[in-house]
Nanobody
């Protein structure tokens, strides 16, 4: 079994920044962040492979940066220029050829 533990969520004002972290119990080839806002489905925010192949949702390009430390089995999401529409529960995701793993989710609220 793989465990994913997120941290770093919270309340920030529009234009502010927040950094999310996700620590995995073992190294996973592909990791990423998804989010789910009230009344919406869960959507991909960003994903990264062990070799640093990266993909971003159009809505966060230029504002968010995903990275990973393979030695620490940890993935990060640096979120800058946050907007109210970024408010959601953010979930860490890990994928292998046969399994999909999810963290418990961390709330990000962007409000004045």
């Amino acid at each position: 079994q793989v465990q994913l533990v997120e941290s770093g969520g919270g309340l920030v004002q529009p234009g502010g920044s927040l950094r999310l972290s996700c620590a995995a119990s073992e190294n996973i080839f592909k990791m990423g962040w998804y989010r789910q806002a009230p009344g919406k489905g869960r959507e991909l925010v960003a994903a990264i492979t062990r070799g640093n192949n990266i993909n971003y949702a159009d809505s966060v390009k230029g504002r968010f940066t995903i990275s990973r430390d393979n030695a620490k089995n940890t993935v990060y999401l640096q979120m800058n220029s946050l907007k109210p529409e970024d408010t959601a529960v953010y979930y860490c995701n890990g994928q292998t050829p046969l399994h999909i793993y999810w963290g418990q989710g961390t709330q990000v609220t962007v409000s004045s």
